[in-house]
């Protein structure tokens, strides 16, 4: 079983629908967990961070934790084209919770 | 400096050859990652720095890698014996050194061995 698990995609969504992505993790001691955005041939950002359990809203994205089913997922609202772009969920594992894992990326793409 | 480098940007090699990659952090940055993506792929995990210590080396993919940081700031990974499997874009990120820090990423340093 992989560390991080996220489904590639694509996903294809049209322009001002709700993108909805996925992540499972299996370390269950895990205490932090970030949504980074990598556009094609680009170094990755981080557009969200989140620590416990519940909803964190920042503009048109909400970062969606539940520690117990070890599952986070970022939502985002009124997808544009520019919102096309691979979504990395990053998650804080090892000995002081300072190893960052990546999952493989889900591939977003936002018809205009 | 105002962002993490890298360097080279690219670099091509013969197999065979050992390279260098270079990775200077943001400045009070303690924390260092070395990452390796390879085209369509998500980012794998090689080692990470606290400090001039490197906790974690369990992500190195083989003995033919190398890394070390020196003074706490700059970091070199090294490929001996590069492979034509080694080809892959070689990311470096950095972080405050406590616990929830997000990574700042390098440009990336796009290895290809022919």
């Known amino acids: 079983q992989k560390e991080v698990e996220q489904n590639s995609g694509p996903l294809s969504v049209p322009e001002g629908a709700i993108a909805s992505l996925n992540c499972t993790y299996s370390d269950r001691g895990s205490q932090s967990f970030f949504w980074y955005r990598q556009y094609s041939g680009k170094s990755p950002e981080l557009i969200m961070s989140?620590?416990?359990?519940g909803d964190k809203e920042d503009g048109r994205f909400t970062a969606q934790l539940n520690k117990a089913s070890q599952y986070v997922s970022l939502l985002i609202r009124d997808s544009q084209p520019s919102d096309s772009a691979t979504y990395l969920c990053?998650?804080?594992?090892?000995?002081?919770?300072?190893?960052?894992?990546f999952g493989a990326g889900t591939r977003l793409f936002v018809k205009a | 400096g105002a962002g993490v480098s890298q360097s080279p940007s690219n670099k091509v090699t013969e197999k065979g050859k050992d390279v260098e990659l270079r990775c200077d952090p943001i400045s009070g940055h303690t924390a260092l990652y070395w990452y390796r993506q390879s085209l369509g792929q998500g980012l794998e995990f090689l080692i990470y720095f606290q400090g001039n210590s490197a906790p974690d080396k369990s992500g190195l993919p083989s003995d033919r890698f190398s890394a070390e940081r020196t003074g706490g700031s700059v970091s070199t990974l090294t490929i001996q014996r590069t492979q034509q499997e080694d080809s892959a874009v070689y990311l470096c990120?950095?972080?405050?050194?406590?616990?929830?820090?997000?990574?700042?990423f390098g440009s990336g340093t796009q290895l290809s061995v022919l």
């Open positions: 990053a998650v804080n594992g090892g000995p002081g919770g300072f190893k960052t894992i």
């Open positions: 989140i620590y416990s359990n």
């Open positions: 990120a950095s972080s405050f050194d406590r616990q929830n820090e997000k990574l700042f």
